[in-house]
């Protein structure tokens, strides 16, 4: 992945210097260059360069294989597996993506910057993988601002508590740099891939939309819009499309995405959609029509496939390349090796539940760390790294030491499976009722606030 992003930098920089007229000598060096990464990246790819198309090692792909002959880790826009009780290998995943680890050096450095404390998904890897933070950062200490963007795609009425986690630390990005921000709703997207109508599609929209609006963003700073009514009202927008598809083949698609010939034309042009609004050309109403608005895009990491292609292409058509902040997955009641899917109840937590139901399923459902009896539990103690009642604490539980007291008395077994359960609840609870409050305040007339393009609250 090193090679490939040099190659396409060197590319960049023949072009430039023949644009330019420069001096032949210089050309010619800098094409020899060109010409000795590629031979080395085919050493080590066994593949020839495509501009645009990264490394199939870095693309998405269902029957992945290590070096020992084991599968490793299936992570795509779609799906995701692993077959360890752990969940995904991130450490893996970031080189096999080509980002680059948030280490504590970074977590750091976004203190002092936003002269905040790191939220909790920070300081626990939660958000784990970066690209270009240094960059963004190093922009915002000269008074250079940026802007947010995250997304949605709604395919049920219901969120689940998964859906969560970027809207929550987007919303912390928010506050503490003081930013607007773009939320896409990508109703086209789930119409491609679902078996569901267009209104229904656009219904979900409008009702996550709700869902979003109760995570207490700022209507000031804050554009949530769905793709099919946004896209046929903003001729900036739609260019910006264009401009994307023009530069992305068929052929690199299908290596970045696993598209088949068998499927539908929407979805292999859909990437230049959901690429769109990392440019702020897209919005004229917020940014005035400036161009030059680095974006920052808070996501999990299984949505990088859509902005590799973004970034690679931004150059291309005069834009800045967008950074971004990647997540873990949230997984599922019955543990890591899938992330919660909301077209299975038992799976999730939905925002929906009541305090009953969020008590039935965890007690149920959720997969324990614990020893079979009491007996051997108090003996040999839980494994915190695959109990899913722990999981879910490192990412609503807020105190630190408490969190590492609860690691520690289960791991001893002075604390027992049902006990930690309890404590799960007792959290998840007045959350999701607190939660179930302020989205009963959201009214339809606050939704069409949100969703109508205007210009937000601030000056670049």
């Not at 709604?154 to 990005?173: E, N, R």
């Not at 001893?412 to 409050?437: D, F, R, V, Y």
Request: with cysteine; hydrophobic share 35%.
């Amino acid at each position: 992945m090193e090679i490939y992003e040099q190659l396409t930098a060197q590319g960049d920089k023949v072009r430039s210097l023949k644009t330019a007229k420069a001096d032949k000598a210089d050309v010619d060096a800098a094409i020899q260059l060109l010409l000795k990464l590629k031979v080395d990246y085919k050493e080590v790819t066994g593949q020839d360069y495509k501009a645009g198309c990264p490394p199939s090692g870095t693309a998405v792909s269902n029957d992945r294989q290590s070096e020992n002959g084991a599968e490793e880790d299936t992570v795509d826009p779609w799906n995701v597996a692993t077959n360890s009780a752990k969940g995904v290998d991130y450490d893996k995943l970031i080189v096999r993506f080509g980002s680059s680890k948030i280490d504590q050096e970074l977590v750091d450095r976004i203190e002092k910057v936003s002269g905040q404390k790191p939220h909790r998904f920070l300081r626990r890897g939660i958000f784990f993988s970066h690209r270009d933070m240094n960059q963004v950062l190093d922009a915002y200490e000269k008074q250079k601002s940026f802007y947010l963007y995250t997304g949605r795609g709604p395919s049920s009425q219901a969120m689940h508590v998964g859906h969560l986690i970027p809207f929550v630390f987007t919303k912390w990005l928010q506050d503490v740099f003081d930013i607007p921000l773009v939320i896409q709703l990508t109703d086209d997207e789930k119409y491609l891939w679902k078996d569901l109508s267009l209104e229904d599609c656009h219904r979900f929209a409008e009702e996550n939309a709700k869902d979003i609006i109760a995570c207490g963003f700022d209507v000031n700073k804050t554009f949530i819009f769905s793709d099919l009514d946004y896209m046929g009202s903003s001729p900036e927008f739609y260019r910006n499309v264009v401009k994307v598809q023009k530069h992305v083949t068929f052929n690199q698609v299908k290596g970045i995405f696993g598209f088949s010939d068998s499927d539908c034309i929407g979805k292999i042009s859909f990437p230049a959609i959901q690429a769109a609004p990392a440019f702020s050309s897209s919005f004229p109403q917020i940014f005035k029509g400036r161009k030059d608005v680095q974006c920052l895009i808070p996501c999990a990491i299984d949505q990088d496939p859509y902005f590799r292609m973004t970034r690679d292409v931004a150059p291309r058509i005069g834009y800045p390349k967008p950074a971004l902040l990647h997540s873990t997955f949230f997984p599922a009641l019955q543990g890591a090796q899938t992330k919660m899917s909301a077209s299975d109840a038992n799976s999730s937590i939905f925002l929906t539940d009541t305090p009953k139901q969020i008590k039935n399923k965890v007690n149920k459902h959720a997969f324990s760390g614990g020893k079979d009896t009491i007996e051997e539990h108090r003996e040999q103690g839980g494994n915190p790294d695959i109990d899913v009642a722990f999981m879910y604490l490192t990412f609503f539980m807020e105190d630190d030491e408490q969190l590492e007291k609860i690691r520690q008395d289960y791991t001893s077994g002075t604390l027992l499976t049902g006990e930690l359960k309890k404590m799960l609840i007792e959290t998840l609870q007045p959350m999701i009722t607190a939660h179930q409050e302020n989205r009963k305040n959201v009214t339809d007339e606050m939704v069409k606030q949100f969703m109508t393009p205007r210009p937000l609250n601030f000056n670049f």
